[in-house]
């Protein structure tokens, strides 16, 4: 059984508008996609900040305006041992 699991991530401390500190978090995340009229696939890995609702699916669709985007899953550490 897997215990919490351990996103992969980076985190950036930047200043506000307002002069406070506010930190933004980066995900990781691998990207399945197929070739729209072709017959090419291909995986992705995708490192953005954390989005909510759509604003992941559509990013995608703009750097990769040529492929269907078959399935999205979030990276963890456990993903790359053995």
Request: charged share 30%; proline share 1%.
């Amino acid at each position: 059984m897997r215990g919490q699991r351990i996103q992969t991530q980076t985190t950036e401390t930047f200043i506000k508008q307002n002069g406070l500190l506010g930190t933004r978090v980066w995900s990781d995340y691998a990207v399945l996609l197929t070739e729209k009229d072709g017959s090419e696939v291909k995986a992705v890995r995708i490192h953005t900040l954390n989005k909510k609702g759509s604003g992941l699916m559509e990013e995608i669709e703009e750097q990769y305006p040529d492929w269907n985007i078959k399935g999205c899953w979030r990276l963890y550490e456990d993903d790359f041992r053995e």
